[in-house]
């Protein structure tokens, strides 16, 4: 069993930058597939970023893209997203997953972490 615990999440300007991360335990992840995706009140969970198990591949909600970077270390079992120039409507609880494939659709992962609260004021 996968457990995920997102890091780093808080409440900054807009226009300015935070790194989340998300450390797993109980089983090494270097061989998942991992994701990032959000979450607002009453909206759907919406993919943000995925890196494939080898770091070789890395895919970007469009919204992202240019201001955010999915990066991971196998060895300490830790995947980061690098958020710079954030914006208001980057306002959402920021959950990390993990999948045994490669996919940006939150029903192929199959482990979750409890999510991290990222707040961009205008």
């Known amino acids: 069993q996968v457990q995920l615990v997102e890091s780093g999440g808080g409440l900054v300007q807009a226009g300015g930058s935070l790194r989340l991360s998300c450390t797993a335990s109980?089983?090494?992840?270097?061989?998942?597939?991992m994701g990032w995706f959000r979450q607002s009140p009453g909206k759907e969970r919406d993919f943000v970023a995925a890196?494939?198990?080898?770091?070789?591949?890395?895919n970007y909600a469009r919204s992202v893209k240019s201001r955010f970077t999915i990066s991971r270390d196998n060895a300490k079992n830790t995947v980061y997203l690098e958020m710079n120039s954030l914006k208001p409507e980057d306002t959402a609880v920021y959950y990390c997953?993990?999948?045994?494939?490669?996919?940006?659709?939150?029903?192929?992962?199959?482990?979750w972490g409890q999510g991290t609260q990222v707040t961009v004021s205008s």
């Open positions: 997953a993990a999948t045994k494939t490669w996919s940006s659709y939150h029903w192929d992962y199959d482990y």
């Open positions: 109980g089983h090494t992840v270097s061989h998942f597939g």
């Open positions: 890196i494939s198990w080898n770091d070789a591949l890395a």
